[in-house]
């Protein structure tokens, strides 16, 4: 499967990505990561690997994406080229690119470069890719999720994502979607009235862990995340 993992900024969606990554590797699958958020510094932290050499350089320059992209030739996993993937314990991480200069420009030659790679990739059956989109919703406008099986949302305890839902599920996809809300607390579990697959609590660990940039470790809720999607 080719999940798509999105969500509004600071919501955890980096987070969970990396909680899935590791739970299905840990159950045998082999697993490609895609760091699909041009704004996001920190996964490959999350998931202790290194960080790699960002897919977009292989076309040189930015501008030269949309044109590349037309005779990208990556049908496998196996097939993408060793200096854009670093690995460790079953897990693979991609990164598609990252602003890094004022005014260089919008990140759209990532959107447009992850869309088709997703598009293109075939899986065998005991793989898995995971990608962590870009915060917000404007993936949807540029279509990544049609390379994708199915979309998790990952949603935090606010009215915002309450509205983000509502109007992802009045877009039609046409694709399986799965909801999960994060940083849930008991207490207000009243205000939390969100028709969700999965919730997890807010755990100390995992935030103390984002907070220094370390390898996240696997939590039991991701499990019951699993059963939904396996």
Do not use: Q
Not at 175 to 194: A, C, G, M, S, T
């Amino acid at each position: 499967m080719k999940l798509l993992v999105c969500g509004k900024g600071g919501s955890g969606k980096s987070t969970l990505t990396a909680l899935i990554a590791k739970s299905l590797a840990k159950r045998g699958y082999k697993v490609l990561v895609v760091d699909g958020d041009e704004s996001n510094l920190t996964l490959h932290r999350l998931l202790g690997l290194e960080k790699p050499k960002e897919f977009k350089e292989m076309f040189g320059d930015r501008r030269k994406v949309f044109e590349g992209v037309k005779n990208l030739k990556i049908e496998r996993i196996e097939d993408i080229p060793s200096e854009f993937v670093s690995k460790k314990d079953g897990i693979m991480l991609m990164s598609v690119g990252k602003i890094h200069h004022f005014g260089e420009g919008c990140a759209c030659p990532m959107g447009v470069l992850l869309r088709e790679f997703l598009k293109g990739l075939k899986l065998n059956e005991n793989e898995f890719v995971i990608v962590d989109a870009e915060a917000g919703m404007e993936h949807f406008g540029r279509g990544v999720e049609e390379g994708c099986d199915g979309i998790i949302v990952v949603l935090d305890p606010t009215y915002e994502s309450k509205l983000m839902m509502e109007r992802i599920k009045s877009m039609g996809i046409g694709k399986p979607i799965y909801f999960v809300l994060n940083k849930f607390d008991e207490r207000f579990k009243e205000l939390l009235d969100f028709d969700v697959d999965v919730k997890i609590p807010f755990k100390e660990e995992i935030f103390v862990s984002c907070m220094k940039g370390e390898e996240l470790k696997e939590i039991d809720e991701i499990d019951e995340l699993l059963k939904k999607l396996i």
